[in-house]
């Protein structure tokens, strides 16, 4: 049976929790007043499904259940993990926990507040030991930080198992050492936009060149390296001290307005409100949101490619979940081994899927039926490898920037040494192409072909063996420019 999670509050952050708990396979019972609540809902899961399944490279878990919960103890009954994401009001926040801890006194209780300390959300709670902060980054189906912050009497060990679920559900809870107002992400970007409202204010800048000077530039590097990491770097050779001897003493300058904040008078508000107008008001929020998520997708990715920083993140995340999909006995049909969107970078200038990401397409997919027979890269790091000797590529279809595709592979024959594969690229159930690959097993250090180990053929064969049954795709053994 599926794991439940109940989200009270289905706003922008509520409903990107519901949306990440159900893409990973939770079940998911909501409790929110608003009518407009389960519209909302299904807006930020439509965004999520059209973005997190581009960052798996193995097939999705089935999506788990969604409930508009009639009453809060309904939404709560039987969850495992509950997280609170009602609007920012400390008293309106202290109510629902009272409300929740009447009937699961003892269930891990997440607030999403991105202001308060767990100390002031367990005031005068049943159970305060269960509350915490956990607090994510919008959209939170996309972005894995979620600060979790306990207070001295939390209980540590449901901290753990709390911290636990964040990582199933492919998040990177970072345990906050001290709870302090804002914890430390938004404290540090409040003072960021602080000094962005000075800059505004007085004429520097408008609201477009604080965003270029972000995007161009830093933005960039802190995308990936952070703050610290991109100062070692920036010291040279001599590293962080140097770095701070250079550089320390400009603090007291200071270059900066310190803590004093821009009275929010009318006259500022317009002034930033039509200069972001100016800015972005040809796009709507949903464009914005979908622009948001695509790029997000790619950078995420290129991290994933290079293990770093958040793409770290998701490679483990597809290794904790590789454990489930390689438990499930092959089914007599082609497996489905990827699913995969199609992004941005793949497109040529018809707008169509280029050719050689085909080739990368059909990589993924057999990529993932190796590591589901154990070639994974431990294994490939004990000197073995399996080889594309040969490979066809036959376009049936097009596919466009954003069409989901999926991968699945038939194994046509297979013996010690070869392994061949038909895969098929498939859009809505249609195929838009055909790969069919000749593999060798290769002894790297010799670089020479040699039988696969047993345990490898224990998995393969009997895939092979049930695959034998199914009808031969048209395609197999094609040359090209043959007639059809
Ligand atoms: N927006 C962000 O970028 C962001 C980021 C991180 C954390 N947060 C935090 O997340 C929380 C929610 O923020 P949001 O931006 O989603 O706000 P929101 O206004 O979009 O959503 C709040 C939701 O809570 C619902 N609600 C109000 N009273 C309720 C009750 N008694 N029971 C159940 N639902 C109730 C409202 O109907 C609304 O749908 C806040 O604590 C906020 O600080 C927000």
Known sequence: MARKAAIIGGGVI????????????????V??????????IQEVLANARAALPALSDLPMMAEGVLTMADTLT?????????????????????????????????TLIGSSTSGFKPSELQQNAANPAMIFVAHPFNPVYLLPLAEVVPSAVSDLDAIERAKDILREIGM???????????????????????????????????????????????????????????????????????????FGPCLEWPWTKLTDVPEFTEELVDLIAGQSDAQSGQ????????????????????????????????????????????DTPPAGAPLVMAHMQVLPGWIDYNGHMTESRYLYASSETTDAFLRYIGADMDYVASGYSYYTAESHIMHRGEAKLGDRLTGTLQVLSADEKRLHVFVSIQKDGQEVASIEQMLLHVDMKAGRATAAPQAILDRLLPIANAHADLPRPKAVGRATGQRK
């Open 172 to 246: 990177f809870p970072l345990h906050v050492r001290k709870e302090i107002d804002a914890h430390v992400a938004d404290r540090f970007l409040e003072a960021v936009w602080r000094e962005a409202l000075w800059l505004v204010k007085d004429g520097v800048a408008t609201t477009e060149e604080i965003d270029e000077a972000i995007r161009m530039g830093f933005g960039l590097r802190w995308g990936q390296m952070g703050l610290f990491e991109t100062y070692r770097v920036a010291g040279g050779e001599a590293g962080m001290k140097h770095f701070m001897a250079q």
């Open 14 to 29: 509520g409903g990107g929790w519901a949306a990440r708990f159900l893409l990973n396979g939770w079940d998911v019972a």
């Open 74 to 106: 309904d939404a709560v009954e039987g969850a495992e993990y509950i997280q609170e994401s009602v609007s920012e009001r400390l008293e309106l926040k202290h109510r629902v926990f009272a409300q929740i801890q009447q009937s699961c006194p003892d």
């Open 283 to 326: 796009y709507s929020i949903r464009e914005l949101e979908r622009i948001r998520d695509s790029n997000l997708v790619g950078f995420l990715r290129a991290l994933k490619d290079r293990d770093w920083g958040a793409g770290r993140v998701l490679r483990e995340h597809d290794e904790r979940r590789r454990v489930a999909v390689a």
């Open 31 to 40: 409790f929110d007043p608003d009518p407009q609540a389960e519209r909302k």
